[in-house]
């Protein structure tokens, strides 16, 4: 794939904030994370994004320090007609989605860059990093459609699920989460506080009072 394209970045977790996005690619800090982000090389912001719905189970697990010390946000990368995760899109260089796949991975796009098989990708639908023994938590690359015949991309683990742990996340991550679906979607609270009540490492680990509580902060 021509490197001057555009793909959608599609995200599924803290990501669906545009505020919480914007670090990846302009840089900088949110009162929200305890964290500098550097951002991508090309600065740009993306000038179309828009709520979009996947068929992969949303879970949570791991611990991240930035949240909490709590879980975060990871899909299933099988599909399954059953499930709907709400999403957001945003349209892309392939050299920005390069440097946010390094960069949620922990890694510094100056130091180093991703040896991305896109044509790849784009024949078997999911891929696995070739470097990903040294990346973070999100290795595996998805392709979940098209849209204005520009290809979906996402990330998630190469966990095998039957061994997954499931994490409580916190509340600021998942204030996070809300307010991204509730910007790119037409939803109440409620609606909101139902979709996470059906999601591992949320419907066994939290009550919803708990959770009622927890969104209205």
Request: aromatic residues 12%.
């Amino acid at each position: 794939m021509n490197m001057e394209k555009h793909v959608w970045y599609c995200s599924y977790g803290s990501n669906l904030l545009i505020e919480r996005f914007r670090l990846y690619i302009e840089g900088g800090t949110v009162d929200f994370i305890d964290r500098d982000f550097k951002g991508c090389n090309d600065k740009t912001m993306p000038v179309i994004d828009e709520g979009y719905l996947i068929p992969h189970e949303l879970y949570f697990s791991k611990r991240a320090k930035q949240w909490e010390d709590k879980g975060v946000a990871f899909i299933d990368s099988n599909p399954n007609k059953e499930a709907k995760t709400y999403c957001r899109i945003y349209k892309v260089t392939l050299e920005q989605f390069i440097e946010i796949v390094q960069q949620e991975n922990g890694q510094d796009p100056d130091v180093s860059k991703l040896d991305i098989d896109f044509d790849k990708l784009m024949d078997e639908k999911s891929i696995i990093l070739p470097q990903y023994e040294n990346l973070g938590w999100y290795p595996k690359l998805l392709l979940v459609g098209f849209k204005n015949e520009i290809p979906i991309l996402t990330f998630t683990s190469n966990w095998v699920k039957e061994e997954i742990t499931y994490s409580k996340p916190g509340a600021k991550y998942l204030n996070v989460i809300a307010n991204g679906i509730k910007e790119s979607f037409n939803i109440s609270d409620d609606s909101v506080m139902e979709y996470f009540l059906n999601k591992n490492g949320i419907k066994e680990l939290y009550k919803k009072t708990e959770l009622e509580d927890l969104l209205k902060k």
